[in-house]
């Protein structure tokens, strides 16, 4: 690829195909919705400046995305996902070729739009794809303004990253990461002023969001700290767990891609120049800190991932530079996961491993809610009850057109779930068919089970499930 302006036609080739390619294999996609994609087709359907677990963003584009196309089908729900990883790949390569030519450009747009986690991010919603484009694009203008573009440019990564923390609360380590970058490289130092408009602009984006927790109790932020599990459970060293920290460690060489997380390390201990150091200052820290958090308590794998968005411009330059047959290994390695998962998702619930289909988590929802809603039709209520956070979900999703009335016992402390906060089974109400693993109590006697739910082959496998016809009262906690 030559150093020139030429870079963007092809990188539009590159990324415009592998995302038709996406597109085309939701067309014929036979997973269900997991249970946080349903639950954020929820929050699209009850549009707020916040919700239990997570920043509002994902739910109002899920909500666009539907609303535009007349449909709440499973491929409108997951569009968004291929859309807005291609976006962020080619924001990203504007950033590098402003950093490093042309050359680099098509390389690292080419080499986002095939890393595993994108590849999965293009198949399955989450909030990392809705944060994606918007944190790449504040990395794009910071920038900018610090090659002396003037405020207005920090502005725009100010308002950016506020979009990206509506999606995510990741995004605040980009403020983390601004802040090193002026110690560690000098070149890249904000002014005064810049640091003004970013700020401003940041906070004016968020600000809805910050309102909407205060008046709801720090919803959102309880939650947070739950998922932070030291913060609750006393001292941070009570229970270290190196297996843990491990676990999470490795898991990056399958989120990055495993050449190109060696290749990020690699540059990370190498240093140099300001930019790659301003590069590493929004990197490293992020990886930091969440392997803290592994090995206070525990960390998901794609925790980091707002990691990869400068780290990405770290290790493509590198081996483009010193290794380039190990850039070759790294696309024909992602690009293998790139064809591989599609694939998986149209052959479903084939390939199986022993006697369960590989891709289990992501079947069978729609077919116990469907069973479900067949049960109580037949037991003639109008309301379902269950406390499984992933039955709900699918029952609200699968049911939205079912005429039943899907709600939550109540716990009688603080509410453990969106559909707890937001769907009470109210004081009062009468025959409903409760689903769970464990017969509810009544009046002292177990209820009977009136049916038994079929959860071979998919999510619930290892589950029972049955329905229970009792009077409502008899599932809320007393108060």
């Not at 269900?32 to 584009?61: A, C, H, M, R, T």
């Not at 850039?327 to 390939?351: K, Q």
């Not at 406390?387 to 509410?415: E, K």
Request: glycine share 10%; with cysteine.
């Amino acid at each position: 690829m030559p150093d020139s302006r030429e870079w963007l036609p092809a990188a539009l080739w590159v990324v415009g195909a592998i995302t038709l390619f996406r597109i085309a294999a939701l067309c014929f996609d036979r997973t269900d919705l997991f249970v946080d994609e349903s639950q954020y087709w929820l929050w699209g359907q009850n549009l707020d400046f916040g919700y239990y677990s997570k920043p509002p963003l994902i739910g109002w584009v899920i909500r666009a995305f539907t609303e535009l196309a007349g449909s709440d089908s499973v491929f409108w729900v997951r569009l968004p996902g291929a859309i807005f990883h291609a976006a962020t790949a080619l924001i990203l390569g504007v950033l590098a070729a402003s950093l490093a030519g042309g050359r680099v450009a098509f390389w690292v747009a080419a080499a986002y739009v095939t890393l595993p986690f994108v590849a999965l991010g293009s198949l399955l919603i989450s909030t990392d794809t809705i944060m994606a484009p918007f944190f790449a694009a504040a990395l794009l203008f910071y920038f900018r303004a610090i090659e002396g573009r003037g405020a207005g440019q920090a502005a725009l990564a100010g308002l950016c990253i506020g979009l990206a923390f509506l999606a995510k609360y990741a995004a605040i380590y980009f403020l983390l990461g601004a802040a090193l970058a002026a110690f560690v490289a000098p070149g890249a130092r904000l002014t005064g002023r810049q640091w003004g408009a970013l700020l401003l602009a940041f906070a004016a984006t968020i600000s809805p969001n910050i309102i909407w927790n205060l008046t709801h109790d720090l919803t959102t932020v309880e939650h947070t700290m739950d998922n932070v599990g030291w913060v609750r459970g006393g001292s941070a060293f009570a229970g270290l767990n190196p297996a843990g920290l491990a676990e999470f460690f490795f898991a990056q060489f399958a989120v990055f891609g495993p050449v190109l997380f060696g290749a990020l390390i690699w540059g990370w201990l190498r240093g140099g120049v300001s930019a790659r150091a301003a590069l590493t200052a929004f990197s490293l820290p992020v990886l930091v800190i969440v392997c803290g958090q592994a090995v206070l308590s525990r960390a998901y794998a794609n925790w980091a991932v707002a990691a990869y968005f400068a780290g990405l411009l770290i290790a493509v330059p590198l081996l483009l530079d010193r290794a380039r047959w190990l850039l070759s290994a790294s696309f024909a390695v992602n690009g293998a996961i790139c064809l591989l998962l599609p694939l998986l998702t149209i052959l479903a619930p084939w390939p199986l491993v022993k006697g369960e289909p590989l891709l289990a988590r992501y079947l069978g929802q729609s077919r116990l809610s469907g069973e479900i809603i067949a049960a109580a039709k037949a037991a003639g209520v109008a309301t379902v009850a269950a406390a499984d956070r992933g039955v709900l979900a699918d029952l609200f999703y699968t049911g939205r057109d079912s005429g039943l009335a899907f709600r939550v016992p109540q716990s009688g402390g603080r509410p453990a779930s969106y559909y707890e906060q937001t769907y009470p089974l109210p004081p009062g109400a009468g025959p409903v068919l409760y689903v769970g693993g464990d017969a509810p109590v009544c009046s002292g006697v177990a209820a009977a089970p009136q049916i038994t739910f079929d959860t071979a082959g998919g999510a619930y496998a290892r589950q029972e499930f049955a329905g229970y016809l009792v009077k409502g009262d008899c599932l809320n906690a007393p108060r």
